[in-house]
């Protein structure tokens, strides 16, 4: 049984895809264009694929930065192969839209630590490996349980280390960090909190070291739609009001719940339902017959969302900080589903959205449609909910990571150039 869960525990906790990709022959102008991506800084960012929010954020990096830095994206946990195993993202990924969070729960709190600390040399090797290999000017690190040994490759080598942090609860990530000794090394968070902030210092984070700027969120989010013309493209029209419903890119038996509950009775809405990746829960989303007075559009994975959290009216979702984030900027009131065991870290997200007063948690499926009919048809309420969105911290993301990132690449470089001119000013004195 102890064999067992820990493979479980292997496959959980390595749940990420590594990829090659072959290169052509290039041809004159694209051998410039490869000279030109020669010149510009290069990032190496260390990523994964379970859950997909630290894909998210990796996306994010290289959407701002495609065109400004050379971007080489690695999945190190994957690398390590623990037992063997190279990837557990689909089992991961499968077990969150199941339902079988205690697992996850416990497997992140109590195992997942210890088997990455037991992997700490070899994380740090991996990751020395590609610093010789690619040979970048920043780390950038979106993941969490492993930056200790991974910063302490980059600190060996001379090249900072970013950390990025995706969550709003930093337990997954602090784990080792107060062993960090790199000079060069800096952490985002997504807001000033006893989970976030407060932790970091918990674990000898320096406060100069820590940068409040958001979590990373796609620029998709910060630009204006034309209502009207996604309105056509989706096939929504303006007089009804609409509920979306999405648990995660994974999906969620969840999800089709709620989308069975709302849309076979009488509130007169459009209900989007997004399956994610889950194939079988799209299946039996458009199996779905809803009450003549309204409408299902279910859609599968997509990366579009903003536009549609711009067609609506109110969410319904698990408290993930990705989708929460991503909500908040689109001033989108938020429903929380809490009829199941939350993962640990993401139980800040509901305390965020009542402190924020933008939303309510569903203690029970039964109240749900008393709570679709004040948020959709109060419009005293809703203009309430309008100015708790202004009161919230605008996300900085998009704006401050360039300048935090320059920094630590100049800084760099003028160490280098510091350490470089002792060794010549020590050749000299010898020669002499």
């Known amino acids: 049984m ?101 697992t996850v729960n416990f497997v992140s709190r109590y195992i997942a630590p210890n088997i990455f600390y037991s992997k700490k040399e070899r994380i740090e090797e991996i990751v020395q490996n590609h610093i010789e290999r690619e ?38 990530w602090v784990h ?71 648990m995660g890119g994974a999906g969620s038996k969840q999800a089709y719940k709620y989308t069975k509950m709302l849309s076979q009775m009488d509130l007169s809405i459009q209900l989007i339902a997004i399956a994610g990746k889950n194939k079988d829960l799209y299946n039996q989303m458009k199996k779905l017959k809803p ?24 969410l319904i979702t698990k408290p993930g900080p990705g989708t929460i984030n991503e909500a908040i900027s689109m001033k989108l009131p938020v429903l929380l589903d809490t009829s199941s065991t939350p993962l640990f870290w993401e139980k800040v997200n509901s305390e965020l959205v009542k402190q924020y007063r933008i939303g309510e948690v569903i203690s029970k499926k039964r109240k749900l449609p008393r709570l679709l009919e004040k948020y959709l048809f109060d419009g005293e309420f809703r203009e309430e909910i309008a100015i708790s969105f202004n009161h919230i911290p605008e996300n900085s993301f998009e704006k401050d990571i360039e300048p935090i990132i320059e920094n630590l690449i100049e800084g760099s470089s003028l160490v280098q150039n510091v350490l470089k001119q002792a060794r010549s000013n020590d050749l000299t004195a010898q020669n002499n």
């Open 2 to 102: 102890r064999k067992l869960l820990f493979l479980l525990s292997s496959l959980l906790v390595s749940f990420s895809t590594c990829y090659a990709e072959a290169t052509p022959k290039e041809s004159p102008k694209q051998e410039l264009e490869v000279q030109k991506a020669e010149k510009r800084k290069k990032l190496l960012i260390l990523s994964c694929a379970g859950g997909y929010g630290h894909i998210t954020a990796t996306n994010t990096l290289v959407e701002l930065f495609k065109d400004k830095y050379s971007l080489q994206v690695i999945y190190p946990i994957d690398e390590l192969r623990i037992l063997g195993v190279p990837s557990g993202e689909s089992l991961y990924n499968k077990m969150i839209s199941t339902g079988w969070i205690r």
């Open 176 to 246: 080792d960090l107060e062993y960090i000794t790199h000079p060069n090394f800096e952490v985002t968070i997504g807001a000033d909190l006893p989970s976030s902030r407060d932790l970091l210092q918990d674990h000898n984070i320096s406060d100069e070291k820590i940068k409040t700027i958001g979590l990373p969120l796609r620029s998709s989010f910060t630009k204006s739609k034309n209502l009207a013309e996604l309105q056509n493209v989706y096939g929504i029209s303006s007089d009804k009001p609409v509920v979306l419903i999405m």
């Open 291 to 314: 009450h003549v007075s309204n409408s299902l559009l279910v859609l599968s994975f997509t990366e579009n969302i903003a536009d549609v959290m711009a067609l609506s009216d109110v």
């Open 135 to 172: 040979n970048p000017d920043l780390i950038v690190s979106v993941i969490p349980f492993i930056n200790y040994p991974a910063s302490e490759a980059a600190r060996k080598r001379a090249v900072p280390y970013l950390l990025i942090t995706t969550d709003n609860d930093l337990n997954n």
